[in-house]
C-alpha cells in the first residue's frame, strides 16, 4: 500500500497549528509543521508534500507571494488557510495559483473534506494509472509527475488545479464541456466562486500550452456554453 498523503502545514500560530496536525494525523494523512515560512521553503527544497496548507498572516513572509511561488514550482495541492475573510483574497488567492481557500476558523471536517477533495488526482478517476500520459498537438501531459512537455522539449510544471482541468479536458474530447458538467466532473461547492476559479485556472492552463488569448486553438470558449478541447489525443 502507498504512504498515507503527507500533508505540509505552514502556520505561525501554535494552537491552530498543533489543531491542524491533530486533525489531519487522526484521519490517516502524515504531516510536517512549520511556524515560519522560511524553514517551510527551506524543507520543500528537501521533500515533495501532496499538499500544503498556507497561512496568509506571516511574520517572516507575504503568504501570498509564497502561494504564487509554490503554484509554479510545486506540483503539490496548495490551500490556503486563513482568518481573511474578504473576496478579494479569496480571488487573490485562486488567481495566484491557489488549489482552494478555507476561512478560518474552520470545522476539522470541513477540512479534511477539502483536503480529500483536491489529493483525487485525475488519473484516479476513470482510468488506470497506466493511461497517466497523453500526446496531443505535439504536447505530452504527465499525470503522475504533473509535468507538462512543449513540442519543442520545454517542460512545465502543472499545479494539481491545472493538472485536474486538463485531465478532464483530455477524458472528454471534442465534446463541449458545460460548467454544470465540469461542477459534476471535478467536484465544489459551484457558484460563482467556482467559475470563477475555473475560469483562472483555464487561463493559466492556456498559457501554459502557449495558447494566444484572443485565439486559442487548443481549448477553444463556446460563449455562454462552455469549452471544448479540440486536439486529437492518445494516451501512451
Ligand atoms: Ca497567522
Known sequence: M???PLIAILEDEAAIRRIMAETLENAGFRTLSFARATEFEAALRQITPDACLVDLGLPDRDGLALVHRLATESGAAII???GRAQVQDRVTGL??????????PFEPAELIARIRARLRR??????????ARARFAG????????????????ETPMSHAEAEVLRMFLDHPRRLISRAQMLEILGGAGGESFDRAMDVRISRLRSKLGEDPKNPQLIKTIYGAGYIFLPDISWV
Open 2 to 4: 502507498a504512504d498515507p
Open 80 to 82: 490556503i488557510v486563513s
Open 95 to 104: 488567481e495566484l495559483g491557489a488549489d482552494d481557500y478555507i476561512i478560518k
Open 122 to 131: 485525475p488519473a484516479a478517476s476513470t482510468r488506470g494509472d497506466q493511461r
Open 139 to 154: 504536447w505530452m501531459a504527465d499525470f503522475d509527475s504533473y509535468v507538462l512537455t512543449a513540442p519543442d522539449g520545454t
